[in-house]
């Protein structure tokens, strides 16, 4: 068995990662909280430049600028600790979403989408009725509303059958819409449109699609003792792997993939030529980042056995 140096190290480091998401948490929160009312503050003041950051005519809805707001909002407030507040916040979230959701689904019109466009008549590209978030924010922000709730609901500190389940649940449905957003933004980085702009289907502007993306991940953070962060946090050979590992995954592919791109457009490469060099490239940098994580982890293995 571990000797209590071992142990005493391990629970430093645990403390020390959640201090760390604490901080990540609030600081993905008032990202949000400020870029959603500034997002608002565009529709007040009539200003179209502050509701469509990237300047390509697809502006974020007052309604989802709205949900943005109290999403972050409940988002700090749950890090600090306020439940009950951050509970109100998600439900409210919840139910902007569910309503767009609706009106989509059934094609009744709730007559709330205009509320606060404060009768202007821009920043309606791609948008199915004018006001209304797309069906990828409506999702997300529904999925997101749920996850607040169910976070601030239920106290991690309990260890009950049910009360993990629905912990767990925080982290999946946080990652779905993760995955929406960082879907939307690889369009944008990759000038696929297709991902963003068709009304019915994938439209959401830059801003909302970063907006979702942040506070997702602020989510994953809130628990923990669960999902991914619960994988990044170990210090065994499991958060060695993940640690490693993950950061290779998502940027690698989207490095490699945004040079293909612009290969493309420069008429350097054909594709038959530039996907057999983004296959061999790939497969060298995993390779070495494989080598590189086993020697790692055994490292690891061998200092905790001379520990014991």
Known sequence: RAGPSVLARDELALREHA???RRVCLL??????VGGATSFAGWLLDLPRLTD???DGISIQPNAAIAVTAASAALILLTLGWRRIATGLGVFVALIGASVLFEDLTGVNLGIDALF????????IAVVSPGRMGPPGATSWTLIGISLTLA???????QSKYTRYLRLLVPTLSLITASVAALSLVGYLYGAKI???VPRLTAIAFQTATFILAVS???????????????????GSAGILTRRILPAAVGVPLILGLLRVIGDRAGLLDFAFASALRTVVEIALFVILLWWTAKAISRNAEQRRSEE
């Open 19 to 21: 201090r760390i998401a």
């Open 28 to 33: 993905l929160g008032a990202y949000g909280l």
């Open 53 to 55: 950051w990237n300047n």
């Open 117 to 124: 466009m404060f009768d202007r008549t821009w920043g309606q």
């Open 152 to 158: 601030s609901l239920v106290d991690g500190t309990k």
């Open 195 to 197: 991902l963003y702009t």
């Open 217 to 235: 991940l602020g989510l994953v953070l809130s628990v923990p003792e669960r999902g991914m962060l619960r994988l990044l946090t170990a210090e």
